[in-house]
């Protein structure tokens, strides 16, 4: 029997300053069939909540994300995403992601591990010499992910500043001239970027994507650009925000840091709890629409029509998860869907888990006393949830 379907309801519902669930999840996950809302943009769609439904859309081929080229995406931003491996369907997609998958492999990542935990035991016992307080976010948090990308890509740190501007928009809600103009910049920088990989090649992944495309062709010159791009801001943004995000919940609700710097083996375990339990977006993924007609969660998806999962509400179904809004650090099976399902899955999930790893153990063993020195500062008008500023003591 059909599940009636009313009007659209205005979305997304997480609100961008703190990190809470909003309750609106929780009653569509109780609900029968599927939320309809519509964004501040595009057309409107069906919102997946539940885990089962999200790992079903996430990793279905009849759902395709290469269709938003086609539509009106449904989108917290004013601009649109019509080009990069976020806007493919394989077999291009599959083509795009192996020339980067290489790269960010566990066995690679591992063999990186001692020079990310000397980067991030550098930066707390940098942040220990200066005296308290300090901004957790401009002292550790950014310049963490920030180096470790920039040493994989081979892009000057010296330009962070411009890094975390390009990143603040392309997560942003601002204005789509605004936006445009900051991607056109990085764009630009990343083709003199290549030229000058091009004419100095090094041991970095641009040097490898651009053999992909000059040796091998197994590229385009613009998704040669886009993926550097890409890699770019998606390898340290989400990262440099999750990190303050951790130590804020590890601070307010489980009375610090000590407890880490006694067993540093549970650190594993609460980097994955944490990223099930932390919705860091405001929103869903972005939008994949169906290919033809699809029964997801009790409601019959007509081919054409847009779906949108959001994985902080599949993260905290109770179908799945036992206490799903408790924070249990020590979780067992903990199969969340922080970094996506699919085809599409997070190809530097390997990356951020061992940075997040790492910075967590550093702060623990070099600043087990670390405490709030200040409110914290979110920012307002981005996607994805985290501190502008966090002021820390010790």
């Not at 059909?2 to 703190?18: C, L, R």
Request: proline letters at 7%; hydrophobic letters at 45%.
């Amino acid at each position: 029997m059909p599940v009636p379907v009313g009007d659209p309801v205005a979305y997304p519902f997480n609100e961008a300053a703190g990190l809470e669930l909003s309750a609106r999840y929780a009653r569509a996950q109780r609900a029968d069939g599927l939320e309809r809302v519509r964004l501040p943009y595009g057309e409107p769609a069906w919102l997946v909540t539940r885990y089962a439904d999200a790992r079903l859309v996430l990793g279905d081929p009849r759902f395709s994300r290469a269709a938003c080229t086609a539509h009106d995406e449904p989108r917290e931003q004013p601009g649109r995403v019509t080009a990069g491996i976020g806007a493919t369907d394989p077999p291009d997609h599959t083509r795009l992601r192996g020339l980067v998958a290489k790269a960010f492999t566990v066995q690679r990542m591992e063999r990186l591990r001692p020079g990310i935990r000397a980067l991030a035991e550098g930066l707390a016992q940098d942040m220990a010499d200066s005296g308290p307080p300090a901004d957790l976010v401009e002292s550790f948090a950014l310049p963490l992910p920030v180096a470790v990308i920039c040493r994989l890509l081979g892009v000057p740190e010296a330009d962070r500043a411009l890094f975390r501007a390009w990143s603040d928009d392309a997560v942003s809600s601002n204005a789509a001239e605004q936006v445009a103009a900051s991607m056109r910049e990085l764009s630009a920088y990343m083709v003199e970027l290549i030229a000058e990989h091009r004419a100095r090649p090094a041991d970095d992944l641009i040097t490898e994507l651009i053999e992909a495309r000059d040796v091998e062709e197994r590229l385009s010159e613009a998704e040669l650009v886009e993926q550097c791009m890409g890699l770019l801001i998606a390898g340290h943004e989400a990262t440099a925000m999750l990190i303050p995000n951790f130590v804020h919940l590890l601070l307010d609700r489980h009375g610090g840091l000590g407890w880490l710097r006694d067993d540093p083996d549970r650190i594993p375990a609460a980097v994955e709890e944490l990223l099930r339990f932390v919705p860091l977006r405001t929103g869903a993924l972005a939008a994949r629409w169906a290919t033809e007609d699809v029964e997801v969660g009790g409601v019959l998806v007509r081919a054409g029509e847009p779906v949108m999962v959001s994985v902080g509400a599949a993260n905290h179904d109770a179908r799945r998860f036992t206490t799903p809004d408790t924070l249990d650090l020590g979780r067992e099976g903990n199969r969340h869907v922080a970094f996506g399902h699919g085809v599409h899955h997070c190809v530097g999930a390997p990356l951020a888990r061992l940075e997040l790893q790492e910075a967590l153990r550093a702060l623990a063993l070099r600043m087990p006393s670390l405490h709030p020195a200040g409110e914290v500062v979110w920012k307002r008008r981005s996607l994805v949830r985290g501190p502008h500023t966090m002021s820390v003591g010790w």
